[in-house]
């Protein structure tokens, strides 16, 4: 039997960043989470609570670049771009289901104001969905978005044997978000993900994320790499799996997918911050690809 895991570091990190961000004035954020702190540690709210000054703002966002060199920079374009290809795909192509892979603390079924009708599912694992709920169902004064969860354990369940066979009905057009293709656990998960897309019609779409691995075969030639690599493993998460962007239409097609966007942060940095991105470095290595099935 698996042992159940609590939420990862990394989405910890991931609603920390979100939060932050949110502390921003309102035209100049890329983004508002009112959901995200409550995730956090108190002490992490308490130093969020002192960020609505600029100067403290500016001082933590220094301290994340020493500590984690272009994490918390790639983290928020990285989150807007999805943001933008989720609404996009809902107002513009029709898509009206939107399936969340290891969901962890990912809040789009209830910040993203889409303004159309959206089936949103969670899948991931049931002790993670537990602390979850928990925690959205102790907010108030913000409204929770009804979400289809489903548990599953992607180490010894199937999505195709636990997924109620009506999330894929002809009336639903569905695009998956999966933020995480990082460990050789997930490559092979990965396998059984993509044929389980594949039940699913023409014009499903795909949008995931993964590693350079480039950064695996020469750690020293990215910036901040080997730090982030350290705090990693000390967290117990160990990055192992990575693809080059070369590769990456080929791994598509075989997946019989076509490939619509294939971008590191160097990429939707720039589209997000414009000039100031040439001043923002690391974590060039983490890619979003984003595809449609044939």
């Known amino acids: 039997m698996s042992r159940a895991p609590t939420t990862s570091k990394t989405g910890t990190f991931m609603a920390l960043f979100r939060a932050f961000e949110s502390t921003r004035p309102e035209n100049d954020r890329l983004f508002f989470d009112p959901y995200a ?16 000054l600029s100067f403290v703002r500016k001082l933590f966002a220094i301290y994340i670049q020493l500590r984690a060199p272009g994490t918390y ?15 996009k795909a809902v107002r513009e192509e029709g898509v009206n289901q939107i399936i ?44 929770v978005t009804h979400v289809d969860y489903v548990k599953l354990d992607m180490n010894t369940e199937n999505l195709a044997d636990i997924v109620s066979p009506r999330m894929h009905r002809q009336h639903y057009k569905t695009l998956f978000l999966w933020e995480g293709l990082t ?26 994320t993964y590693i350079d691995k480039a950064v695996l075969d020469n750690p020293r030639k ?12 000390k967290a117990g998460e160990n990055w192992n799996y990575g693809m080059y962007p070369k590769d990456i239409e080929t791994y598509i097609r075989h997946r019989n997918m076509t490939l619509l966007y294939e971008g590191g942060a160097d990429k939707y940095r720039a589209t997000y911050f414009g000039t100031k991105s040439s001043r923002m470095k690391g974590y060039e290595y983490f890619r979003v690809v984003r595809s449609v099935l044939k």
């Open 73 to 87: 920079t790639a983290a928020v374009a990285r989150t807007k771009l999805i943001d933008d290809m989720v609404i």
């Open 100 to 143: 969340i892979l290891n969901a962890t603390l990912d809040t789009r079924a209830h910040r993203l104001n889409i303004g159309l009708p959206v089936n949103f599912v969670e899948v991931d694992h049931p002790s993670i969905q537990f602390i979850k709920k928990s925690m959205l169902q102790d907010l108030l004064g913000h409204p």
């Open 183 to 208: 460990t050789q656990v997930e490559a092979m998960q990965a396998e059984n993900i993509f044929r389980y897309i594949n039940l699913y019609p023409k014009g499903t779409q795909v949008i995931f």
């Open 37 to 52: 702190a409550a995730f956090l540690p108190d002490y992490y709210k308490v130093l969020l609570a002192c960020c609505r």
């Open 222 to 233: 990215f910036t901040g790499f080997r730090r982030i690599n350290y705090l990693l493993r």
